[in-house]
């Protein structure tokens, strides 16, 4: 049997795997969006109500998703108090 993962390796998995889920939506959103601009044809006096909706939406789920792992980055910064005995690595 392996030994049971200590709470900061836990929660070390846990941000990698948010991170790259997020990572990953954040990139098909992003495609998504690009797609919508550039290859779906558009009448040419003005834009398709669908779209306009639609790249509406993927565009404030783009600056959610910015934010989002933006702040999860600034968070893994964030460490848990050094132990008592835990010597400075930093010199």
């Known amino acids: 049997m392996r030994p049971r993962?200590?709470?900061e390796e836990l929660h070390a998995r846990l941000i990698v795997?948010?991170?790259m889920v997020m990572a990953f939506v954040?990139?098909?959103t992003v495609i998504g969006f690009v797609?919508?601009?550039m290859f779906v044809t558009q009448p040419i006096d003005k834009q398709a109500p669908n779209d306009a909706a639609f790249i509406d939406l993927l565009s404030t789920l783009t600056v959610f998703m910015t934010g989002t792992l933006s702040g999860l980055v600034?968070?893994?910064g964030l460490k848990s108090k050094a132990k008592?005995?835990?010597k400075d690595v930093e010199g």
């Open 5 to 7: 993962l200590k709470p």
């Open 17 to 19: 795997v948010v991170g």
């Open 26 to 28: 954040f990139a098909l």
């Open 35 to 37: 797609y919508a601009l």
């Open 74 to 76: 600034a968070s893994n």
């Open 84 to 86: 008592e005995g835990a």
